[in-house]
T-cell receptor, first 117, second 114 residues
Framework: GAGVSQSPSNKVTEKGKDVELRCDPI?????LYWYRQSLGQGLEFLIY????????KSGLPSDRFSAERTGGSVSTLTIQRTQQEDSAVYLC???????????????FGPGTRLTVL | GESVGLHLPTLSVQEGDNSIINCAYS??????FIWYKQESGKGPQFIID?????DKRQGQRVTVLLNKTVKHLSLQIAATQPGDSAVYFC?????????????FGAGTRLFVKA
């Protein structure tokens, strides 16, 4: 597709279960970002990947959260032992490249709405 | 700490009027600013950007103004239409060792009354 895609669009899970959220960035984009958006709130940065460099994990809220990006393309965000406060929309974005002082916009996917019961 | 924030969480305007959405940022080293529009159920979409070496940039019906002296950013929408109803986020790109990070503001919800 032409844009960033995410799956599933909605996920309902029980407290304590693990979930995996998937992001397919725009082909050729080397930078990939994950954000979390609680209801009516702004975007909370979680993690970003740039090419083959080590990811910036500074935004991950706890060690229950992890992400990987295979082959520089698809990314999976994993939340272990989900808690009710993890309920939010998880947004993925990609960007053509990210260099110091690079003027690049981010292209967002539609998000995955996670509900933890 | 570093932050990008908005003065008004909600804004209600009459169709056809001009809208102004404001944003304050705190990092004077930020050199790139972006406005995004987020419609219900969708991810944010790029509207317009501006580099720190500029004071004003115009797009189609939108204008972004940057005042570095007071660290203020604004988005002006001319002849606001019902389709402009959305949440608007400002964002700044801040450099750090190894790259840069984008920090988003809290967002302003724009309601357009017919």
């Amino acid at each position: 597709g032409a844009g960033v895609s995410q799956s599933p669009s909605n996920k309902v899970t029980e407290k304590g279960k693990d979930v995996e959220l998937r992001c397919d960035p725009i082909s050729g984009h080397t930078a990939l970002y994950w954000y979390r958006q609680s209801l009516g709130q702004g975007l909370e940065f979680l993690i970003y990947f740039q090419g083959n460099s080590a990811p910036d994990k500074s935004g991950l809220p706890s060690d229950r959260f992890s992400a990987e990006r295979t082959g520089g393309s698809v990314s999976t965000l994993t939340i272990q032992r989900t808690q009710q406060e993890d309920s939010a929309v998880y947004l993925c974005a990609s960007s053509p490249r990210q260099l110091a002082r690079s003027y690049n916009e981010q292209f967002f996917g539609p998000g995955t709405r996670l509900t933890v019961l | 700490g570093e932050s990008v924030g908005l003065h008004l969480p909600t804004l209600s305007v009459q169709e056809g009027d001009n809208s102004i959405i404001n944003c304050a940022y705190s990092n004077s080293a930020s050199d790139y600013f972006i406005w995004y529009k987020q419609e219900s159920g969708k991810g944010p979409q790029f509207i317009i950007d501006i580099r720190s070496n500029m004071d004003k940039r115009q797009g189609q019906r939108v204008t972004v103004l940057l005042n570095k002296t007071v660290k203020h950013l604004s988005l002006q929408i001319a002849a606001t239409q019902p389709g402009d109803s959305a949440v608007y986020f400002c964002a700044e790109n801040m450099g750090y060792t190894g790259g840069f990070k984008t920090i988003f503001g809290a967002g302003t919800r724009l309601f357009v009354k017919a």
